[in-house]
């Protein structure tokens, strides 16, 4: 039900918008980002409430990264500014149980395919 996108390949220091499509069943529900770096497990990167007034980063990205959400158009994006080799990842997009966030991966329902973000040095 959601799909990322926006991924690529990028130098260090600049940036990338990710979009993820959420979908109408996701509108009152949290969206959070999680990425999954090569032979690591799939962490948390952000996450946003339903109408968008509340938002979580983890500490890694803090300052670097923004979530928003465009409700009459049913998008999650995640703009990824000053970015590091070690942002490289799949970048995954998921909606929660509910409208809270939360930064663990039991409380996120729905799943969609990733999109891979290449960050070299």
């Known amino acids: 039900q959601l799909q990322a996108s926006g991924g690529g390949l990028v130098q260090a220091g600049n940036s990338l918008r990710l979009s993820c499509a959420a979908g109408?069943?996701?509108?009152?529900?949290?969206v959070g980002w999680f990425r999954q770096g090569p032979g690591k497990e799939r962490n948390f990167v952000a996450s946003?409430?339903?109408?968008?007034?509340?938002?979580s980063y983890a500490d890694s990205v803090k300052g670097r990264f923004t979530v928003s959400r465009d409700r009459a158009k049913n998008m999650v994006y995640l703009q990824m500014n000053s970015l590091k080799p070690e942002d490289t990842a799949v970048y995954y997009c998921?909606?929660?149980?509910?409208?809270?966030?939360?930064?663990?991966?039991?409380?996120?329902?729905?799943w969609g395919q990733g999109t891979l973000v290449t960050v070299s040095s």
């Open positions: 946003i409430n339903w109408n968008g007034g509340l938002t």
């Open positions: 998921a909606a929660a149980r509910g409208n809270y966030l939360s930064t663990e991966r039991k409380d996120y329902i729905y």
């Open positions: 109408r069943t996701s509108s009152n529900n949290a």
